[in-house]
């Protein structure tokens, strides 16, 4: 029976063993990280800041004097200029006096263009489905637009159509490169 308290007593100084391995582990990281630090940084703290940093910098006195009148407040700049680089978004043109226009003649009927041409990439039942190919249309390049009919049967259908073209030639190139990106599109006259 001597042998079996021993055991318990060997059990619990390697327990006790452990606890005070780890807490000598510690203490012996955190002394010799503050060495390297002490080494790298060559003074006896640490954390301490060199002596030889900038003062920090001091606003001016006086803002800066803009062109322009005395007192005038600085023009606007528009905070996002993308919205202006879009394709189709032209700005307006200044307001111009209006001028009243001469009665025009109606032009003979040989002189009038052919049907427009149009390319109809899709008809979704959804809109959201119509709004995701437009915006897949978009990241290709090609400007297009949703237009909503309702077809008897079908109930409401979103189209998404590109065009109109102003000849065949044009509208050909588009849909090959609707084509070259897995979209299928049939030309609507």
Do not use: C
């Not at 910098?57 to 005395?70: D, F, I, Y």
């Not at 949703?146 to 189209?159: A, D, E, N, S």
């Amino acid at each position: 029976m001597a042998k079996a308290p021993a055991k318990k007593s060997s059990a619990r100084k390697s327990r006790g063993g452990t606890v005070v391995g780890i807490f000598i582990g510690l203490v012996l990281g955190v002394v010799l990280s503050a060495g390297v630090m002490w080494y790298i940084n060559g003074s006896s703290l640490p954390l301490q800041v060199r002596g030889n940093a900038p003062p920090p910098a001091q606003p001016p006195a006086e803002p800066a004097a803009l062109p322009g009148k005395p007192g005038d407040k600085a023009p606007a700049k528009p905070r996002f200029d993308f919205y202006e680089t879009l394709p189709g978004n032209t700005p307006a043109p200044a307001a111009a006096p209006e001028a009243k226009p001469a009665p025009a003649a109606e032009p003979p009927a040989a002189a009038q263009p052919p049907a427009s041409l149009l390319l109809q990439a899709g008809a979704f039942s959804s809109e959201e489905e119509a709004d995701n190919l437009r915006a897949r249309l978009a990241l290709i390049g090609l400007e297009s637009s949703v237009q909503k009919g309702t077809v008897p049967g079908k109930g409401t259908l979103y189209r998404v159509r590109l065009g109109p073209f102003a000849n065949a030639e044009d509208m050909q190139r588009v849909r090959a490169d609707l084509a070259q990106n897995g979209i299928d599109a049939s030309i609507v006259r």
